[in-house]
């Protein structure tokens, strides 16, 4: 995550770039399959890395839009055909991909195969785009079932945490939040999970105006914007709500959250989100508060030796 910026070929009306500039993920690819497809290290030797070919797609699209290069655009179209390919479907359900490996500090919560929603909504964001810049056959059906996820309930193995009275048109009552560990009894709440399934929910409804999309996608917003406050520490940001001692994010996800506050607020117009893009921003330039949160991790990191936190996704 170290030097990430927002996307240099962002456009608001249609899919284009996306919103984060994955490109060093193109231009140093990580250990590959036969397939071409970017692998992790398991414990039982090498595993395919959804997550990581997503990014890898978003950031040859990045180069791709850069440059003009064909071979960039392929490697895009080669790693969104695998995406297609390899989703699992949940019987009765919605389809994914599932991760190749359970974070250590949540072995015992979350079971093998698991989903990650930061993940479904990037390989999504892949998916959208092979529809609206390559017409990739197999897409929006993919697309379309991948996105049953974000209307799951985390009871039912989905993202969707429903905070108060489901279906509620305004207040906490409407407070819907897509969670990147699917776990029932444990709210974690990361903020960058929720913000990019906002935008993968964004992306979708260029291609398909579905008034359930739609309104899931006004749910996820007017909640964030009704929370946001909770993920402010006055001097700094959290990168979540996981019910045990808050600890402040690191700087790299504190820009991150800068970012992603930007975007969300020239994609929606929510005053709230341009608002604390000026704050958060206006915290990471005094030495002070950067002083105060690496103090304030480091005691939260003492604090959890025997009750860690959940690992912070990328």
């Known amino acids: 995550m ?21 490109s060093h993920m193109a231009a140093s690819e ?32 990045e180069l791709y839009f850069e440059s003009g290069n064909p071979a960039r655009r392929e ?13 699992e479907v949940v019987p009765g359900s919605f389809g994914g991909w599932s991760m190749p490996d359970v974070p250590r500090r949540l072995r015992g919560e979350l079971p093998e195969g698991w ?3 930061s993940a479904h909504a990037e390989c999504v964001a892949v998916l959208v785009r ?31 945490r429903e905070i108060g009275e489901a279906g509620s048109d305004s207040g906490v009552e409407s407070l819907a939040f897509i969670e990147e560990y699917p776990v029932p009894c444990a709210p974690r709440m990361v903020l960058g999970s929720h913000v990019k399934a906002v935008w993968t929910l964004f992306d979708y409804l260029d291609i ?44 790299e996800r504190h820009r991150k959250h800068v970012l992603m506050m930007e975007t969300l607020y020239r994609m929606t117009g929510e005053a709230a989100f341009g608002e604390a893009a000026e704050r958060w921003r206006g915290y990471a330039v005094e030495p002070r508060n950067r002083a105060r949160a690496r103090l304030e991790r480091a005691r939260a990191a003492l604090a959890n030796v025997r009750t860690p936190p959940a690992p912070e996704p990328e």
Do not use: Q
């Not at 170290?2 to 994955?22: Q, V």
């Not at 890395?49 to 997503?54: D, F, N, Q, R, T």
């Not at 490697?75 to 989703?87: D, K, P, V, Y």
């Open 2 to 22: 170290a030097g990430e910026k927002l996307g240099r070929h962002i456009d608001f009306s249609s899919p284009r770039g996306y919103y984060l500039d994955y």
């Open 30 to 61: 990580p250990e590959c399959d036969e397939r071409g497809v970017p692998v992790v290290r398991v414990k039982d030797g090498r595993a395919s890395s959804p997550p990581l070919a997503a990014r890898a797609a978003l950031g040859n699209l």
């Open 75 to 87: 490697r895009f179209s080669c790693l969104a055909s695998w995406l297609i390919e390899s989703m």
């Open 115 to 117: 989903f990650s929603a």
């Open 130 to 160: 092979a529809i609206s810049l390559l017409h990739m056959e197999g897409a929006a059906e993919a697309a379309r079932r991948a996105l049953g996820a974000f209307h799951t309930g985390v009871e039912d193995g989905g993202f969707l």
């Open 208 to 251: 398909d105006d579905d008034p359930g999309v739609r309104a899931l996608f006004n749910r996820c917003v007017s909640g964030l914007a009704f929370s946001l406050e909770r993920f402010d520490l006055g001097y700094w940001t959290t990168a979540s709500l996981d019910g045990r001692r808050i600890r402040p994010a690191s700087s």
